[in-house]
C-alpha cells in the first residue's frame, strides 16, 4: 500500500537554529514528490516538486532534496514567520492527480 | 492570476442534512480534486475530475459525491450528515499535462455538523 510518513510531528526551534523535516515514502513507481506548508486554518500553499532521486530545490531558506525512498525539507536560520505544518505528497505512477499525504511536521520558530 | 477559490467558507449543520460545496478553479486548470482534512486522519483523497468525468475516487462512502461542470468548476455533495463529517475540506486545480502535475489548493470550506 501506497504510504508516506513525516517525522519528526512536531519540531521546536529556535530562531536562525537550522535542522531538517524528513519524509519516507513506500509507491511502486513515483511521479513526483511535493511539499506544502499549510497555516493554521489556511488550504495548503505549494513549495516544491521534486521528480528524481538526487534532485535538490531551494526556495529562501528552504531546501527540499530527494532521495529514492525519502525526502529533506532543510531549513536554514528559520525565523518565527517561517512556524507552519509543512505537508509532503506523493503522486502515483498511473492517470490521476491524485496525492498521498503524510500527516505533516508541526514547526514553531521562536524569537 | 486569481487562485483556487470555495464557497462557502465556512458551515454548520445538523446530523441527517445534506450540504453542497462549490469550488472554482485556477483559469485554465481543468482538472477539479477534493480532500478532506481532519486532525485525527490528515489529508484524505476523495475524488477528482477532468473534463466533467469522475477519474478517480477515494475510500469514502457514497454519501459523498461531486460533479464538475463544462466551465471546469466543481461542487461536492455530502447527504446525511454524520459527526464524524466535521473537517476541513480541500479543493485543489491543476494544469491538464502529461507527466507530474502541481496541484494547487483554495483555502477550504470549514465544515461543522452539530
Known amino acids: 500500500e501506497d504510504q508516506v510518513t513525516q517525522s519528526p510531528e512536531a519540531l521546536r526551534l529556535q530562531e536562525g537554529e537550522s535542522s531538517s523535516l524528513n519524509c519516507s515514502y513506500t509507491?511502486?513507481?513515483?511521479?513526483?514528490l511535493f511539499w506544502y506548508r499549510q497555516d493554521p486554518g489556511k488550504g495548503p500553499e505549494f513549495l516544491f516538486t521534486l521528480y528524481s532521486a538526487g534532485e535538490e530545490k531551494e526556495k529562501e531558506r528552504l531546501k527540499a532534496t530527494l532521495t529514492k525512498k525519502e525526502s529533506f525539507l532543510h531549513i536554514t536560520a528559520p525565523k518565527p514567520e517561517d512556524s507552519a505544518t509543512y505537508l509532503c505528497a506523493v503522486q502515483p505512477p498511473y492517470n490521476t492527480d491524485k496525492l498521498i499525504f503524510g500527516t505533516g511536521t508541526r514547526l514553531q520558530v521562536f524569537p | 492570476k486569481a487562485g483556487v477559490t470555495q464557497t462557502p467558507r465556512y458551515l454548520i449543520k445538523t446530523r441527517g442534512q445534506q450540504v453542497t460545496l462549490s469550488c472554482s478553479p485556477i483559469?485554465?486548470?481543468?482538472?477539479v480534486s477534493w480532500y478532506q482534512q481532519t486532525p485525527g486522519q490528515g489529508l484524505q483523497f476523495l475524488f477528482e475530475?477532468?473534463?466533467?468525468?469522475?477519474?478517480n475516487k477515494g475510500n469514502f462512502p457514497g454519501r459523498f459525491s461531486g460533479r464538475q461542470f463544462s466551465n471546469s468548476r466543481s461542487e461536492m455533495n455530502v447527504s446525511t450528515l454524520e459527526l464524524g463529517d466535521s473537517a476541513l475540506y480541500l479543493c485543489a486545480s491543476s494544469l491538464p499535462t502529461q507527466g507530474v502535475r502541481e496541484q494547487f489548493f483554495g483555502p477550504g470550506t470549514r465544515l461543522t455538523v452539530l
Open positions: 475530475y477532468f473534463s466533467e468525468t469522475q477519474r
Open positions: 483559469s485554465g486548470h481543468r482538472s
Open positions: 509507491v511502486s513507481g513515483l511521479r513526483g
